[in-house]
Structure formats: C-alpha cells, structure tokens
C-alpha cells in the first residue's frame, strides 16, 4: 500500500522553528518529486517547497524563501522541511506529496500530486 505519512506538527512560538517529516511506504521517493504544501482556514492551498528525489533541486515558495529548508534522506525514505522563523501566517495544515511524472515548480505552481499524506497541524502562536 502506498502511503505519506506526515509528523513534526504542532504549536510553537513566533519566532520558533519545527521540522516536519514525510515518510514514505509502498514506494521509494529516490525518483519521485515530494512536496510540502499547506492550507490555512479560509485559505487556498499553497505550494510550500517542492524537492527531485533523484537530484535534489529544489522549489520555494517566496512566502518561505530563506526561513524553510527541503531536505530528503533517501535512506529513510523520508523528506523534511525544516522551518525557522516562524509567524503566526504560517499557522495551517501542512501536507506532504510525491508525484513521478513533473518537475519541482510545475508540482509546487499547480499543486497536483498522485499521492498525498493526511497532513499535520502548525500553530505558530503566543
């Protein structure tokens, strides 16, 4: 069964930092395109930061650019998103996804993925 499972949430300072995982089974993300994406209420989705499996550029989004960092561990099956700096505007529901067939921009621009996980909640909060 192929399955993202995401974990790492939870409810942090402003100014505080998480790292959220996304961890793969049923399929290796060496060759697949993952990306972080999240939804605030009320709010569209947003492509947060997108990474190649197999050669590891990256995506930001400008929102995140300098605070986020994309990381994979291939022998882990698994990608992070270190998050630093954290506002209160980053508060929102935070899904990780891998597709085979695009490219990192193109996943991250038009949020389309095979797979998704079933998110994990940020509460950037004093």
């Known amino acids: 069964q192929l399955q993202l499972v995401e974990s790492g949430g939870g409810l942090v300072q402003p100014g505080g930092s998480l790292r959220l995982s996304c961890a793969a089974s049923?399929?290796?993300?060496?060759?697949?395109?993952i990306g972080w994406f999240r939804q605030a209420p009320g709010k569209e989705r947003e492509g947060v930061s997108c990474?190649?499996?197999?050669?590891?550029?990256?995506y930001y989004a400008d929102s995140v650019k300098g605070r986020f960092t994309i990381s994979r561990d291939n022998a882990k099956n698994t990608v992070y998103l270190q998050m630093n700096s954290l506002t209160p505007e980053d508060t929102a529901v935070y899904y990780c996804a891998a597709d085979s067939i695009t490219t990192v921009k193109a996943m991250c621009v038009t949020l389309r993925a095979r797979y998704w996980g079933q998110g994990t909640q940020v509460t950037v909060s004093s």
């Open positions: 990474i190649d499996g197999s050669d590891g550029s990256t």
């Open positions: 049923g399929f290796t993300l060496d060759y697949d395109i």
